[in-house]
């Protein structure tokens, strides 16, 4: 799904033009975009899939960013962990019954 588009005038400090060089992107648009993305990601407003639809990437595209930057993009929680732990000790029960 496309996302549709708006334009908005943002007056910014002098001193920031050649900071903005330093961001990815071709263009202050791009630049913008993308860290947009990011702050949105980051603060849990949207997900990864709308993030990199905003900065306009591939969601492996973003995921790399996200990653270059030190960011995770995936939140390991502890239901995740009990879910990893049961499968193992599933597969554990699985071997040992192979074996016998």
């Known amino acids: 799904m496309a996302t549709q588009e708006s334009t908005f005038k943002v007056t910014l400090p002098a001193e920031l033009k050649?900071?903005?060089?330093?961001l990815s992107g071709t263009s202050?648009?791009?630049k913008v975009r993308l860290s947009v993305a990011n702050e949105l990601f980051v603060n849990r407003v949207?997900?990864?899939g709308k993030a990199a639809e905003i900065a306009g990437?591939?969601?492996v595209d973003f995921m790399d960013i996200l990653k270059e930057r030190g960011?995770?993009?995936?939140?390991?929680?502890?239901?995740?962990?009990?879910?990893?732990?049961?499968a193992i000790e599933q597969i554990m029960k699985d071997i040992g019954n192979n074996h016998e």
């Open 18 to 22: 050649p900071l903005l060089r330093k």
């Open 46 to 48: 949207i997900s990864i």
């Open 28 to 30: 202050i648009d791009d």
């Open 71 to 86: 960011i995770p993009w995936y939140e390991y929680t502890k239901e995740d962990l009990k879910q990893d732990e049961l």
């Open 57 to 59: 990437k591939t969601y």
